[in-house]
């Protein structure tokens, strides 16, 4: 067993080995570019990287939520295993097609070395499911934030060329959303996932025999979820406003970029707060795109039209949105690097 998991230890390393090499060699700018992308940020990149620091920890502390009202022997899981597994898993994340699923696996068999097979599963689980509702709420409360800003009068945000009836159709797509996670949490989702799978065409087989072979551990697995949701109310909220705050502090990344270009909507408190709710928009609605596209393996070209279309959206130039969508890509690569090696060490 333990020979298996330290090969597919080597298995996952090597994909984002890969990763890394394919997101170097896919930038749309040239080698001169991006080296001239990277010296107009100069001291600045210190804090973009650095900010992901804080964002994993602050995702980590969410998912140590989930574990601590999941799992019977949490505490034989220490923040900083949970921290590293965290970094590493998004680094996997960045790898895989399908809205960035590879890190989940891996996640699943580290955990499964401190805590009951089943209970790293669902608490997986759970944490991937905590991730994707924050972003539903992210995208949700972005619509309020918008709707704020005009009506504060800020020359940059309007609701003209279509952008009520986007607004409309986010707004409906988050309480749909909203409909779906609430009886997931409810009941579960495992199962229903796995017969879903079985639809696929040339999958329906497939999809029997892990069933009957597994029955009982997914109704094990849907109950754990279930009763999170249900039981430990206290570690299921906590566990949502640490991922929703993450999603926050991340906005700063692009406010670092912005002030580099000096948009600061006219200086002093008012004008920074203005910039940091500007940036919490462009990165609600760069996210909302990548994920609906998410299907592209490492979301090449996706997050790079995100940003253009985001930041375009409030009045900027497409220039910006290039520069921050490339050292978007670089940060990325750098904490790709960052989780290979945390990987190695465990």
């Known amino acids: 067993m333990q020979w ?13 080995l890969i990763a890394v090499v394919a997101m170097i060699f896919t930038f749309d700018v040239s080698f001169k570019e991006l080296w001239q992308h990277l010296c107009r940020a100069g001291y600045w990149m210190i804090p973009i990287v650095g900010v992901w620091f804080f964002v994993y920890g602050i995702n980590a502390l ?17 923040f900083w295993r949970i921290f590293k597994l965290t970094i590493t898993g998004y680094a996997l994340n960045y790898a895989t097609p399908v809205g960035g699923l590879g890190g989940e ?3 699943i068999m580290e955990l499964s070395r401190d805590v009951d097979k089943q209970e790293a599963t669902s608490s997986v689980i759970l944490y991937a499911m905590m991730h994707i509702f924050a972003h539903f709420w992210l995208w949700f409360t972005s619509i309020f934030i918008w709707l704020g800003l005009v009506a504060y009068g800020d020359p940059d945000v309007t609701l003209e060329n279509g952008i009520d009836i986007i607004l409309g159709i986010i707004f409906v797509f988050c309480l749909i959303a909203f409909y779906l996670f609430s009886r997931g949490y409810r009941k579960g989702l495992v199962v229903k996932t796995i017969r879903l799978i079985g639809k696929i065409p040339g999958l329906k087989g497939w999809s029997q025999r892990f069933q009957e072979k597994h029955a009982e551990a997914l109704q094990n697995v849907d109950r754990q979820i279930a ?26 990344e692009i406010m670092f970029m912005l002030l580099l270009f000096g948009i600061n909507c006219g200086g002093g408190m008012e004008g920074y707060i203005l910039t940091f709710l500007h940036s919490i928009l462009i990165l609600a609605f760069t996210s909302l795109f990548a994920n609906l596209i998410g299907f592209l393996p490492l979301q090449l070209g996706v997050q790079e039209g995100g940003f253009t279309l985001s ?22 690569i750098i904490w790709i690097a960052i989780g290979l090696l945390l990987m190695k060490k465990e």
């Open 4 to 16: 298996t998991k330290k090969r597919l230890n080597n298995l996952f390393f090597f994909l984002g």
């Open 62 to 78: 969410s998912w140590r939520q989930v574990i601590r009202g999941n799992c019977k022997d949490a505490d034989k899981v220490s």
């Open 105 to 107: 696996p891996y996640r």
């Open 227 to 252: 009763a999170l949701h249900q039981q430990d109310k206290k570690a299921f909220y906590s566990s949502f406003l640490l991922e929703y705050l993450s999603r926050i502090v991340q906005s700063l």
């Open 311 to 332: 930041i375009a959206a409030l009045g900027l130039s497409a220039a910006i949105g290039i520069f921050v969508s490339i050292i978007c890509r670089v940060r990325e």
